[in-house]
């Protein structure tokens, strides 16, 4: 019988998205920043950790998913955060791997709680258009509605020989349905978040490896994610990586919760920092009210077939009545001018500190294109001393090159980081000359010139010996 508290307060819970800067192959890495957003999340009292697609290994291992290795570093990391996961009593993990069942690998989201593996949902719709080649590595779970066991490999000390896998969904101990969606599901036209809301799913887990392309981001979350929200009524979280983890994309973030068609938590698009995460207190009840308002959508629940459901032991509701419900935010949408300033800015810092470098050396011929690429890495330099600056307290990998913190002032980083030079020919005007070096001063690069014709001039007379003046 529930108590007249219960009644009053609703079914309120806590929960918690994150975005994560990964990198391929970096497991150990990879493990830690898991593991601290997940620990992030059950400090600020979440009950559901919900973490990008791939996490463990990194998404964007390309081939390397061909490598058994790739498959057994992933178990021997999953193993250790299954682990972990006791320290945290009750807090659902959400996390994503590469698991072979049978002849297959498939790209999975891993649920777990309490030391126990819950559920794998493995991705149904494989994202093979644009950049992406996920059919190279990873194929699709075909079988609408149907759950097996998948034997787990004695050797990685789990407590149980099996794991259920497939296509279904999770109910815990007090009720509380949970559903999964992976990326470019929720981009098709059968979205498995229609059938879960059909089947009274309350919260849909979206695991993401989204790279940037102007406007999507807001295409996104705007239409997609407030659209299913909309039209479905329920609580979406969606999780997306942040940063380069080794290939040529960038990675925007955008982590986000949304509930009934309003966003409650977001994570900013281009921010720095290794991992960042974020948290919001819903009443579930507010969807049931707001599903039994839409007539048809009642009606298409009573035709739909039951999906495999499985259960498992963790409360998830909150029992602290004081806390207040989180309320609506508005995030305004960038132009297409201020991603261009982000998203560049970001990649080359994030590339410039993992690859070990000192800085950049560019070409600088007073042009376009040249000046820039001056001016991007000029606004990498303020958008990492601006983080810097706001977060003086924080020891955030991101915020340090060669083992050094970087300090708050732009100009310096500039000097430290970025050299030009003006590579002049003969048919080089002194306009362009001087408007390679006017840029240089302006953003404080260090500056050089040099004509390429002088240089040969002199190497012909010091190593041949011939007067180049005899052939005027």
Request: proline fraction near 4%.
């Amino acid at each position: 019988m529930l108590s007249s508290s219960r009644l009053k307060t609703g079914r309120i819970i806590n929960l918690a998205v994150c975005t994560v800067n990964q990198w391929a192959l970096d497991f150990t890495g990879n493990k830690e920043r898991i593991l601290k957003t997940c620990r992030d999340a059950y400090e600020k009292g979440s009950k559901i950790r919900l973490g990008p697609e791939l996490e463990i290994p990194g998404y964007n291992c390309l081939d390397h998913f061909h490598e058994l290795d790739t498959e057994l570093h992933s178990w021997e990391i999953l193993k250790e955060i299954v682990d972990e996961s006791i320290k945290m009593p009750d807090l659902l993990i959400i996390t994503g791997m590469p698991i072979r069942y049978r002849l297959g690998l498939y790209n999975c989201m891993v649920s777990l709680a309490n030391g126990r593996l819950i559920f794998v949902y493995p991705k149904t719709v494989l994202a093979n258009d644009d950049i992406y080649r996920e059919g190279r590595w990873f194929v699709s779970w075909v079988h609408k509605n149907k759950i097996v066991d998948l034997k787990l490999n004695p050797d990685f000390g789990f407590s149980q020989e099996t794991v259920p896998f497939g296509n279904g969904f999770i109910e815990s101990k007090d009720g509380v349905k949970i559903g999964f969606e992976m990326c470019e599901e929720m981009w098709t036209a059968r979205s498995p978040s229609n059938d879960l809301a059909l089947q009274g799913v309350e919260i849909i887990c979206n695991s993401s490896g989204s790279h940037h392309v102007l406007g999507k981001s807001y295409k996104r979350i705007k239409q997609l994610v407030l659209g299913i929200t909309s039209k479905l009524g329920g609580v979406y979280m969606y999780s997306n990586h942040r940063g380069m983890d080794g290939e040529r994309v960038y990675f925007d973030g955008m982590s986000s919760i949304a509930q009934n068609n309003d966003l409650y938590a977001h994570i900013p698009q281009f921010d720095l920092e290794d991992t960042c995460t974020k948290n919001c207190l819903l009443n579930l009840d507010k969807t049931t009210v707001y599903r039994g308002n839409i007539a048809s959508t009642c009606q298409e629940s009573s035709r739909s077939g039951d999906m495999p459901i499985v259960n498992f032991d963790a409360i998830l509701l909150n029992s602290n009545t004081i806390n207040q419900l989180s309320l609506p935010i508005e995030v305004k949408p960038l132009s297409d001018v201020e991603e261009l300033c982000h998203a560049p800015a970001a990649w080359m810092w994030h590339y410039l500190r993992r690859s070990k470098q000192s800085g950049f050396f560019l070409p600088l011929s007073g042009g376009q294109d040249s000046s820039s690429v001056a001016l991007m890495v000029r606004l990498m330099c303020e958008k990492i001393c601006e983080a810097v600056r706001l977060n003086p307290d924080s020891n955030d990998p991101a915020y340090f090159l060669e083992g050094e913190k970087v300090n708050s002032d732009p100009s310096l980083l500039c000097k430290q980081i970025l050299f030009t030079c003006y590579m002049g020919s003969r048919n080089s005007s002194q306009m362009t000359r001087d408007l390679a070096a006017g840029l240089a001063k302006d953003i404080n690069a260090n500056h050089s010139t040099y004509f390429s014709f002088l240089i040969k001039r002199s190497a012909i007379v010091d190593f041949v010996g011939i007067n180049l003046n005899h052939f005027k």
